[in-house]
């Protein structure tokens, strides 16, 4: 089955400066590659997604990049803000329609220093 | 619109006790996701619906674990006898197969298995 690796466990940075989040997969049938953020305490939340046939996507702070034939992607956070502190949670997805299942990552605790 | 409402939110018992979690999706939504997520590891799939067929269960502890979704809407995860191991977050996911690959996931029950 697919699994997926995420790096690193944890990420410090100052407020106002990028922060990158990687994970590369295994099972190169994976088509979607969705990015959850999730609050202490509270439910994941998808922030950001890509689908196979796209090598970027974008939307306003956040961007993820796929790399198909290395089997990773990443996040990008630019101009990080103190309520950007989360985990983070990549995930693959293989199949379509009711086939769909997500693996996840293992997280990224994210600490922005005001 | 609604989102995914699981309850309890809380929940100790002792090892040995049954258990059971409740998630209601959001309406519309044809396939529910059973997720464990243990501490500082991302969710894991434990069990898929579409509408009210188990379409993979291949990740449930059969022995001791056991789901149900009655005429496709609502679910229940149960646990019976629940171990020291058992100890996670219990989280409840929906989706809508003809429509985005997204999927919402609920606020989850923290069981403490003691």
């Known amino acids: 089955g697919e699994n997926v690796e995420q790096h690193p466990s944890t990420l410090s940075v100052q407020e106002g400066d990028s922060a990158v989040i990687k994970c590369t997969y295994s099972d190169s049938a994976s088509n979607y590659f969705p990015w959850y953020k999730q609050e202490l305490g509270k439910r994941p939340q998808l922030i950001i997604d890509i689908r196979s046939n796209v090598g970027e996507k974008k939307d306003q702070r956040i961007a993820v990049t796929l790399n198909k034939t290395a089997k990773h992607f990443s996040l990008h956070i630019t101009e990080t803000q103190p309520e950007d502190s989360a985990v983070y949670f990549c995930a693959a997805s293989t199949g379509t329609g009711s086939a769909r299942q997500l693996t996840f990552g293992s997280g990224t605790q994210l600490t922005v220093l005001p | 619109e609604a989102g995914v409402v699981q309850s309890p939110r809380y929940k100790i018992i002792e090892k040995k006790q049954p258990v059971a979690f409740w998630c209601n999706p959001i309406s519309g939504h044809n396939t529910l996701y059973w997720y464990r997520q243990n501490l500082g590891q991302g969710p894991e799939l434990l069990i898929r619906?579409?509408?009210?067929?188990?379409?993979?269960d291949s990740q449930l502890p059969k022995d001791r674990f056991s789901a149900e979704r009655l005429k496709g809407v609502d679910s229940t995860l149960k646990i019976q006898p629940a171990e020291l191991g058992d100890s996670a977050v219990y989280l409840c996911?929906?989706?809508?197969?003809?429509?985005?690959?997204?999927?919402?996931f609920g606020p989850g029950t923290r069981l403490t298995v003691t």
């Open positions: 619906y579409e509408n009210e067929e188990a379409v993979d």
């Open positions: 996911a929906s989706a809508w197969t003809g429509g985005s690959y997204e999927q919402y």
